[in-house]
């Protein structure tokens, strides 16, 4: 098993940044890809951004491309996501997930975590 506990979300201003953290525990050797998803209420959840094991990979969604970045440190089992330039349409709970190999933007990950609401708004 491989539990994930993400933090670091919170309310900022449009145009603002915040980075998200996302630590792993467990299995962790088990776990190739890592990713961060999106749900706003009454929608399906949506792919954000994902990563390799090495780091060497990264794959995001056209929404976000060009102002978040994904990134891991395997020494301390955590993947990051920096959001800047925030929008109000970026608000919703954010969730990290992890698998052991497979498709990158799909949803069938094997491991979630708990979510963190980001709530962009002035």
């Known amino acids: 098993q491989v539990q994930l506990v993400e933090s670091g979300g919170g309310l900022v201003q449009p145009g603002g940044s915040l980075r998200l953290s996302c630590a792993a525990s467990?299995?962790?050797?088990?776990?190739?890809?890592m990713g961060w998803f999106r749900q706003t209420p009454g929608k399906e959840r949506e792919f954000v951004a994902a990563i390799n094991r090495s780091g060497g990979t990264t794959v995001y969604a056209d929404s976000v491309k060009g102002r978040f970045t994904i990134s891991r440190d395997n020494a301390k089992n955590t993947v990051y996501l920096q959001m800047n330039s925030l929008k109000p349409e970026d608000t919703a709970v954010y969730y990290c997930a992890a698998k052991p190999s497979g498709d990158y933007y799909t949803k069938d990950y094997n491991y979630w975590g708990q979510g963190t609401q980001v709530t962009v708004s002035s």
């Open positions: 467990g299995r962790t050797f088990s776990i190739l890809v």
